[in-house]
């Protein structure tokens, strides 16, 4: 184990998901990885994966101060149920509070995702080599064009379950015996915070109406 220093990356086309999971804890030093869920509707493949390759790996939570009841349920759920080490980050009370009274989050999307998601977690980034990220070619435009490895100006980002397709993510929820966010048989597809989320196929339910598709941190 160790800071990974290669010029190229594996072809991880060929390799299965945890295969993948596995090559990182395997070059990189556990305290230079960064895990991140938002607990949402396919958080729990990752997790269940870290869970068996690295059990007391921290799991950071971002508590925008805005999610949905069933959102914090699901999470006691898998951290009971995964026995997972979750860690949670928020944005300071003061700057929360502010886009709370002042409705940031209907006139400013882009600034309440920024007080109260990026700027958060871009100081937990700073302590970081490598970020690994549950992200999915088929959730929109966007991520369909992403690789699994993404430098960033700041940090390496790894998208292992790139590729995954809905019917393998759910196989893989029916294999293992993954319990289901309460919100998805009510229609919720993609779940965000409660002001920004709305029933929906794929991440159409996000910011409904407006041409944002991502909150910021992962771009």
């Not at 980050?89 to 003061?94: F, G, L």
Request: with cysteine; charged share 20%.
């Amino acid at each position: 184990m160790g800071n990974y220093s290669g010029s190229s990356w594996p072809d991880f086309k060929s390799y299965t998901i945890e295969e993948r999971v596995k090559w990182i804890f395997d070059h990189y030093a556990e305290e230079e990885i960064l895990m991140t869920s938002s607990f949402g509707s396919s958080s729990a493949l990752l997790l269940h994966l870290i869970h068996k390759i690295s059990p007391d790996h921290p799991i950071y939570f971002l508590d925008t101060g805005y999610h949905f009841k069933e959102t914090l349920d699901y999470k006691n759920k898998l951290e009971q149920q995964l026995n997972l080490n979750v860690k949670i980050i928020a944005a300071p009370k003061n700057k929360h509070r502010f886009t709370r009274h002042n409705f940031t989050y209907q006139h400013n999307q882009d600034l309440c995702c920024f007080i109260n998601k990026v700027e958060p977690l871009a100081a937990l980034k700073a302590q970081h080599k490598v970020w690994l990220s549950g992200l999915f070619k088929y959730q929109n435009e966007n991520r369909k064009q992403l690789a699994f490895f993404d430098r960033k100006q700041d940090i390496l980002k790894v998208y292992p379950l790139l590729d995954m397709t809905p019917e393998e993510v759910h196989t893989y929820f029916f294999i293992h015996q993954l319990p289901s966010h309460e919100l998805v048989a009510k229609g919720y597809s993609s779940i965000g915070c409660t002001h920004c989320t709305v029933k929906g196929s794929g991440r159409e339910g996000r910011w409904a109406g407006s041409a944002k598709v991502e909150c910021g941190i992962h771009l």
